[in-house]
């Protein structure tokens, strides 16, 4: 299995809600991350998690708050967004965070913040 | 600083042979990746290079030369379904990847 699944596919919210996003991986890596990308532009590194702790915070706002409950979950919680968050929140994991390690992506949540 | 360059959009024939190029400057080199990504998908991972020469899988080729901070991927038989964005990405010394803005490739019949 070679599979990250996303859950929403899509999600749009408003200004004043709260959601989450969540990301499910099971070939035992030890890495996840949270990426936003916007249309035209490459992947935006926000979070990376190494053995369930969190290893980068790339200057995140706090209204993106992550989380890890264990080593195949990993969630980002959404609080008071703004309309320049909208982009595809892509999760990837990676065999471990310190080598030439190949990301696997899951096929992204579509944010649309109103 | 780190950069990363790549064209910003090429356009090919189908069955033609394309040539997509990236250059980098970064903060040390761990490895260079080539991801491929459809309008609205996930990036999907198609090589990676850490020493210095052509590594060929299927129609797709990639080449890294370190010295001159220069790759490239080749695609050869080109199809229709070969049109997507082609990323380049750098890892760097702390094993973060540093991503190219991507070239976005047309394929004609």
């Known amino acids: 299995d070679t599979e990250v699944t996303q859950t929403p596919k899509h999600l749009v919210m408003g200004m004043t809600n709260k959601k989450s996003l969540k990301c499910e991986q099971h070939?035992?890596?030890?890495?996840m991350y949270w990426y936003k990308q916007k249309a035209k532009k490459p992947p935006e590194l926000m979070f990376v998690?190494?053995?369930?702790?969190?290893?980068i915070n790339e200057s995140v706002p706090s209204r993106f708050s992550p989380e890890c409950p264990n080593s195949s979950l990993l969630n980002l919680h959404l609080h008071a967004l703004q309309p320049e968050d909208s982009a595809l929140y892509l999760c990837?994991?990676?065999?471990?965070?310190?080598?030439?390690?190949?990301?696997?992506f899951g096929p992204g949540t579509r944010l649309t913040v109103t | 600083g780190q950069n990363i360059d790549q064209p910003t959009e090429m356009t090919a024939t189908e069955g033609a042979i394309v040539q997509i190029n990236c250059t980098y400057q970064?903060?040390?080199?761990?490895?260079l990746f080539w991801y491929q990504q459809h309008a609205g998908e996930a990036p999907t991972f198609l090589s990676y290079?850490?020493l210095d020469g052509l590594e060929e899988k299927g129609r797709f080729s990639s080449f890294l030369s370190r010295s001159k901070g220069y790759s490239y991927l080749l695609l050869k038989e080109l199809q229709m379904k070969d049109s997507a964005s082609y990323l380049c990405?750098?890892?760097?010394?702390?094993?973060?990847?540093?991503w190219g803005a991507g070239t976005k490739l047309i394929i004609k019949p």
């Open positions: 990837a994991s990676s065999q471990d965070r310190g080598g030439p390690y190949e990301q696997y």
């Open positions: 998690y190494s053995y369930e702790k969190l290893s």
């Open positions: 970064t903060s040390g080199f761990n490895g």
């Open positions: 290079n850490v």
């Open positions: 990405a750098v890892l760097d010394s702390n094993y973060q990847l540093i």
């Open positions: 070939m035992g890596h030890r890495a």
